[in-house]
């Protein structure tokens, strides 16, 4: 009798030490959890912005395409990889590293490329802000602003314009570009550049 009274007093021990570590253990690592979480005020600051910066700009977009026919028949494809819409107009899109490839009905593709851009996604018009680089044939153009109108059929070039084409190289103040008659008129509101009407393909 008192031979299992013992036995059992020694269960009850090995039992309890066993619940204690379990107990110990479970915390312990929570504790560590909850360590690795942790994150530095200053990236708890960006997060805050972030998340700041996206309520007000609407609902934030990754590796977005649209796709569509302009008014003259034409296809386009616009990319971004991110965007968000704006909460006061639905119709304007926001974008960043945009991408839009235009592909005319005599089979020639022009090329854009920006650091951001705006979409409207009712009249179809576009406009590219920052780093645009346009490619067209064999003719590649830089510039900080772009603008294609849907309505009007022509893609404007503005702000610090070159153009590399193997006819040479020249700078502008403004190119515009008639999709439909497939001419580039080269503007200058200065002395020292060249103002031009050039007939496209």
Do not use: C, H, P
Not at 37 to 43: E, G, W, Y
Not at 74 to 90: D, G, M, P, V, W
Not at 139 to 167: C, G, H
Request: glycine share 4%.
């Amino acid at each position: 009798m008192r031979e299992r009274k013992k036995k059992l007093l020694f269960a009850q021990i090995i039992l309890l030490l066993s619940g204690i570590f379990i107990i110990m253990f479970t915390y312990v690592n929570r504790d560590k959890d909850q360590n690795s979480l942790i994150i530095s005020k200053d990236d708890q600051k960006k997060i805050k912005d972030k998340l700041i910066n996206d309520s007000e700009g609407g609902n934030v977009f990754y590796d977005i395409e649209y796709s569509g026919i302009d008014l003259a028949g034409n296809r386009y494809i616009l990319k971004s990889e991110e965007a968000f819409n704006n909460e006061s107009n639905q119709e304007i899109i926001n974008m960043k590293f945009v991408q839009a490839i235009f592909y005319f009905k005599d089979d020639t593709v022009l090329y854009v490329w920006s650091d951001k851009g705006l979409y409207n996604n009712r009249t179809l018009d576009m406009k590219f802000d920052g780093n645009v680089r346009v490619n067209y044939g064999e003719s590649e153009l830089f510039a900080q602003k772009a603008e294609y109108s849907n309505l009007k059929s022509y893609i404007s070039i503005t702000d610090d314009v070159s153009i590399n084409d193997i006819r040479g190289t020249m700078v502008a103040d403004r190119l515009l570009f008639d999709i439909k008659k497939k001419t580039l008129n080269i503007e200058s509101f200065n002395e020292n550049k060249v103002n031009a009407n050039v007939k496209m393909k």
